[in-house]
């Protein structure tokens, strides 16, 4: 079956503008993450989708992140006025709620120039 | 916190030679341990995992055992092939709430012919 996609695979954008990162995960799953993959800090948790529930935001490194999971699927990470420390890969992983196994995407190659 | 300490890279192997990368972790309660691989141009993918102390997890030709007296979990290979040619990540889930993984910092693992 169709895995976990991210789109664009890479997204080159200019310092101070917004961008938005989309995820679809495998369907069914209700467990979404987000995750960054950057050369100083290896990978980090961002954020957490479970159903219904409130999100987990603990990882979010600022208020210039956020997150939405519409309709229990599609997530969009969106990322305010980029700096260039934001430059990283952002992963995307589902699983559902039997077991701890997630399911990562491709990712997305993000550069902030 | 939780955290994961694993060998800084890049390891380089001739074919056939004998690998381990070496994992240590630190978390509250009793966590569930994996190894994720990152191949060349591909996204993160379980490699093998084990949920108790003293599980051995092993896939591929793969093992690592569970170790809690040590808070260890190595990952070994008798005979690595060219196609072993990867970013290996030891990964912890610690308690409830969003089972989120907490990785270490990867170790490149390149095999030479």
């Known amino acids: 079956g169709a895995g976990v996609s991210q789109s664009p695979s890479n997204k080159v954008t200019e310092k101070g503008k917004d961008v938005e990162l989309r995820c679809d995960p495998i369907s069914g799953h209700t467990a979404l993450y987000w995750y960054r993959q950057s050369l100083g800090q290896g990978l980090e948790f961002l954020i957490y989708?479970?159903?219904?529930?409130?999100?987990?935001k603990s990882g979010l490194p600022s208020d210039r992140f956020s997150a939405e999971r519409t309709g229990g699927s599609v997530s969009t990470l969106t990322i305010q006025r980029t700096q260039q420390e934001d430059s990283a890969v952002y992963l995307c992983?589902?699983?559902?709620?039997?077991?701890?196994?997630?399911?990562f995407g491709p990712g997305t190659r993000l550069t902030v120039l | 916190g939780d955290s994961v300490t694993q060998m800084e890279g890049p390891v380089t192997l001739s074919e056939e030679a004998f690998l381990t990368i070496n994992c240590t972790y630190t978390?509250?309660?009793?966590?569930?341990l994996f190894w994720y691989v990152q191949y060349p141009g591909e996204g993160l993918q379980l490699l093998l995992k084990?949920?108790?102390?003293?599980d051995k997890g092993s896939n591929k030709g793969f093992e690592a055992t569970y170790r809690k007296e040590t808070t260890s979990f190595h990952l070994e290979k008798g005979s690595v092939q060219v196609s072993d040619s990867a970013v290996y990540f030891c990964a912890l889930i610690s308690g409830a709430g969003s089972y989120q993984l907490t990785f270490g910092k990867g170790t490149k693992l390149s095999v030479i012919p």
């Open positions: 084990a949920t108790k102390a003293d």
């Open positions: 989708f479970q159903g219904n529930s409130a999100p987990d």
């Open positions: 978390a509250t309660g009793y966590p569930s």
């Open positions: 992983a589902s699983r559902s709620t039997s077991w701890y196994e997630q399911f």
